[in-house]
C-alpha cells in the first residue's frame, strides 16, 4: 500500500508546534490562513485546529481563526478539543459549504469522558474514538493490551452507530502511538497487534483507523547512524507494518515522506526488533538507530 492510501490530517495548527504557538500568541490570523494552505497544498484531506489553552476563554478568537481558515482553503477541518463547550463553538462556527459540502471531525471522544458525544446534536460530524482508553469499574484506564483496544473499538463504534445513526465510514478509531525513545513496556506492538485485531473483525470492515504519527519518532535525533534521517524512518517503519490491516488515517506533516519503507532498509529492520522488546533491552537496543 503506497502512500496515496493514507488519509492526511494536517496538524501543524497547533501549539506544540514553537512557530504555530507564535502565532496563536500574536493573533495573526494570516500566518493561520498561510499555514492552513501549505498544509492543503501538500496534500492533506483535514486539518486538525487546536489553538491551545486559549480555546477556553476566547471564544471570539476561536471564532475568528475558524472563519479564517475557511476563507484560506476548502477542506474540512477536524476539531481537536477535550471539552464539549470549546466543540460546541467549533462546530457552530464550521462552514459546511466552504469545506464543500464535508462534515468536519470531532477529535475526540473516549469512554470516560462520553459527553462530548452531546456535540453530535450540534450538526452531522465524523468522530475521533480513542480507543486506547477504557472505563472500568467507574474509573477511566489506558488500554494495555491488544485485546482492550479491539474491544473498546467495537463497543464504542457499536454505540456511535445504534445510538447516533453513524456509519463505519463516520468513525476513526485512534489506537495511540506511544514514542519509540520511551516505550518500555511494548506499547507500540500492542498497538499494532490491536490494529491487527480490528482490521480483521468483519464487523468493523469499513472503519477507519488513525494515530498521531509524529509521536513514535520524537525524542530521537534526526539522522541515523547509516547517515540518513532518522525520524521519518520511523514513523514510515509503522506504517509499513500498519498499514496491511487497514490502518489509514494519520495525524501528520503534510510534506513528508510516507511511502513504505524496504524489507531491507536498516531503520526498518531494527524497528522491527526494538519493538519485541521490553524494558531496558529495548531502550539500550534503540541506541543501535543512531550511535
Same mark, same amino acid.
Given at each position: 500500500?503506497?502512500?496515496?492510501?493514507?488519509?492526511?490530517?494536517?496538524? *501543524?495548527?497547533?501549539?506544540?508546534?514553537?512557530?504555530?504557538?507564535?502565532?496563536?500568541?500574536?493573533?495573526?490570523?494570516? &500566518?493561520?490562513?498561510?499555514?492552513? #494552505?501549505?498544509?492543503?497544498?501538500?496534500?492533506?484531506?483535514?486539518?486538525?485546529?487546536?489553538?491551545?489553552?486559549?480555546?477556553?476563554?476566547?471564544?471570539?478568537?476561536?471564532?475568528?481563526?475558524?472563519?479564517?481558515?475557511?476563507?484560506?482553503?476548502?477542506?474540512?477541518?477536524?476539531?481537536?478539543?477535550?471539552?464539549?463547550?470549546?466543540?460546541?463553538?467549533?462546530?457552530?462556527?464550521?462552514?459546511?459549504?466552504?469545506?464543500?459540502?464535508?462534515?468536519?471531525?470531532?477529535?475526540?471522544?473516549?469512554?470516560?469522558?462520553?459527553?462530548?458525544?452531546?456535540?453530535?446534536?450540534? *450538526?452531522?460530524?465524523?468522530? #475521533? #474514538?480513542?480507543?486506547?482508553?477504557?472505563?472500568?469499574?467507574?474509573?477511566?484506564?489506558?488500554?494495555?493490551?491488544?485485546?482492550?483496544?479491539?474491544?473498546?473499538?467495537? *463497543?464504542?463504534?457499536?454505540?456511535?452507530?445504534?445510538?447516533?445513526?453513524? &456509519?463505519?465510514?463516520?468513525?476513526?478509531?485512534?489506537?495511540?502511538?506511544?514514542?519509540?525513545?520511551?516505550?518500555?513496556?511494548?506499547?507500540?506492538?500492542?498497538?499494532?497487534?490491536?490494529?491487527?485485531?480490528?482490521?480483521?473483525?468483519?464487523?468493523?470492515?469499513?472503519?477507519?483507523?488513525?494515530?498521531?504519527?509524529?509521536? #513514535?519518532?520524537?525524542?530521537?535525533?534526526?539522522?541515523?547512524?547509516?547517515?540518513?534521517?532518522?525520524?521519518?524512518?520511523?514513523?514510515?517503519?509503522?506504517?509499513?507494518?500498519? *498499514?496491511?490491516?487497514?490502518?489509514?488515517?494519520?495525524?501528520?506533516?503534510?510534506?513528508?515522506?510516507?511511502?513504505?519503507?524496504?524489507?531491507?532498509?536498516?531503520?526498518?529492520?531494527?524497528?522491527?526488533?526494538?519493538?519485541?522488546?521490553?524494558?531496558?533491552?529495548?531502550?539500550?537496543?534503540?541506541?543501535?538507530?543512531?550511535?
Amino acid at each position: 500500500m503506497t502512500m496515496s492510501a493514507m488519509t492526511i490530517i494536517g496538524e *501543524r495548527i497547533n501549539p506544540g508546534f514553537k512557530s504555530s504557538k507564535a502565532l496563536f500568541d500574536n493573533s495573526d490570523i494570516e &500566518g493561520i490562513q498561510a499555514l492552513a #494552505v501549505k498544509q492543503a497544498e501538500a496534500g492533506a484531506s483535514f486539518l486538525n485546529i487546536n489553538i491551545g489553552s486559549r480555546a477556553l476563554n476566547d471564544h471570539g478568537f476561536m471564532r475568528e481563526a475558524i472563519v479564517g481558515i475557511q476563507e484560506a482553503v476548502t477542506i474540512p477541518l477536524s476539531f481537536d478539543f477535550p471539552s464539549l463547550k470549546v466543540q460546541e463553538v467549533c462546530l457552530n462556527t464550521y462552514s459546511e459549504e466552504k469545506a464543500n459540502g464535508e462534515k468536519p471531525i470531532i477529535n475526540s471522544i473516549a469512554e470516560p469522558r462520553w459527553d462530548m458525544v452531546e456535540a453530535l446534536n450540534i *450538526r452531522p460530524c465524523r468522530i #475521533v #474514538v480513542m480507543a486506547s482508553e477504557r472505563m472500568e469499574e467507574g474509573v477511566g484506564k489506558p488500554n494495555k493490551e491488544p485485546h482492550q483496544i479491539h474491544q473498546v473499538a467495537k *463497543r464504542l463504534s457499536g454505540r456511535l452507530i445504534e445510538d447516533h445513526d453513524l &456509519g463505519l465510514d463516520d468513525i476513526i478509531l485512534d489506537v495511540s502511538i506511544t514514542t519509540l525513545a520511551t516505550d518500555r513496556e511494548g506499547l507500540i506492538s500492542m498497538a499494532l497487534e490491536g490494529i491487527k485485531l480490528i482490521g480483521e473483525d468483519p464487523d468493523l470492515s469499513g472503519i477507519h483507523m488513525m494515530g498521531g504519527i509524529s509521536n #513514535v519518532g520524537m525524542m530521537l535525533p534526526p539522522t541515523a547512524s547509516d547517515g540518513l534521517p532518522l525520524k521519518t524512518r520511523i514513523e514510515r517503519a509503522f506504517l509499513t507494518l500498519a *498499514r496491511p490491516y487497514g490502518f489509514d488515517t494519520i495525524l501528520a506533516t503534510p510534506w513528508h515522506n510516507y511511502e513504505d519503507l524496504p524489507e531491507d532498509d536498516f531503520v526498518f529492520q531494527l524497528f522491527r526488533e526494538i519493538i519485541a522488546m521490553k524494558g531496558m533491552d529495548a531502550i539500550r537496543h534503540i541506541r543501535k538507530l543512531y550511535s
